[in-house]
């Protein structure tokens, strides 16, 4: 018990470890990772996809163990699965009632392949706990070529499709009056979020990933209505949480995806608190004004009296 205390101590050569070259990588690839939570966690809050988020995550894992399983690289099997489970969620499910019953469907059917490849392969136990929670520190130069090149497409995406995207968001119904091509928007975008979660599952893991994705969004929208600044403030609170959880794994050797998640469930509460707190507004009655009287009802006036003849 007492070794293990002491492995989760202060680090004095803490600042070697953060110039070192696997950090680096660390660094940018979390960096990557976070602008592109920013860039659609927006959009997760308002279409209230977060549902398929988080289980798309989860859809991955058979991609994962069957990429190992056929000795092909994790990302491409985690990108294969997760935009193939997006295009079905995004195909059948262009309302939050039908999204809900086909993402609970594909999500149990590719739990149900992962354990079975997981049984097949038999080194797939560290790429499943590398997918459940993440290993950023293990990020390859490649890896970060593939992040930047997905950050790219995912950017010139989101502003080719930000107007009608936002508008078949708030109010679906007029925009499909308007002829907004909602299943083609909902395809798109369940396409970006596959793409944004095979990148983020790599940094916290599937198990994490809720937080990264979606938390900083909603802690943005509480602050602004302003979709861009709400994009802003969210990729500003994702970056930040990566960077200081980066710093803080490589000062007290704890794990960086925990650290990242507590900082971004932190920063939530307290926006959400002083958000409560400001609009709990209590009424002190003034003794010094006047109490205002009822005023008396006036009489009706009365009938003149009808001329005798």
Request: charged share 5%; aromatic share 8%.
């Amino acid at each position: 018990m007492t070794e293990h205390i002491v492995a989760l101590g202060y680090q004095t050569n803490w600042w070697s470890i953060l110039t070192s070259p696997f950090m680096r990588n660390a660094l940018l690839g979390g960096t990557i990772v976070a602008l592109a939570a920013g860039l659609i966690g927006y959009f997760i809050v308002v279409r209230q996809t977060a549902f398929a988020a988080h289980a798309l995550a989860h859809i991955g894992l058979p991609g994962a163990t069957g990429a190992v399983l056929l000795g092909l690289p994790v990302t491409f099997g985690l990108g294969v699965f997760c935009v193939g489970g997006a295009l079905v969620i995004g195909y059948f499910g262009k309302r939050a009632a039908e999204r809900e019953v086909i993402t609970g469907t594909v999500l149990s059917f590719a739990l149900g392949l992962g354990l079975f490849f997981n049984s097949l392969a038999t080194k797939s136990s560290s790429t499943m706990t590398n997918v459940l929670f993440g290993n950023l520190l293990a990020i390859s130069y490649g890896q970060l070529l593939t992040f930047g090149g997905l950050l790219m497409v995912l950017a010139v995406c989101i502003a080719f499709i930000f107007r009608p995207l936002l508008f078949s968001s708030v109010n679906p119904a007029v925009a499909e009056a308007k002829g907004v091509p909602l299943r083609a928007l909902s395809i798109t975008f369940m396409v970006l979020l596959g793409i944004t979660v095979t990148m983020a599952v790599q940094a916290v893991g599937s198990l994490l990933l809720f937080a990264l994705v979606v938390t900083p969004a909603a802690t943005a929208i509480t602050l602004t209505p302003r979709p861009g600044r709400a994009m802003l403030i969210s990729g500003a609170i994702s970056v930040g949480s990566v960077w200081a959880g980066l710093a803080v794994s490589a000062m007290f050797n704890v794990p960086p995806s925990f650290v990242i998640v507590t900082i971004v469930c932190v920063v939530w509460l307290g926006v959400w608190l002083n958000n409560r707190r400001q609009r709990i507004v209590p009424r002190v009655p003034d003794n010094s004004a006047p109490l205002l009287q009822r005023p008396a009802m006036s009489e009706p006036p009365k009938a003149s009296p009808s001329p005798t003849l």
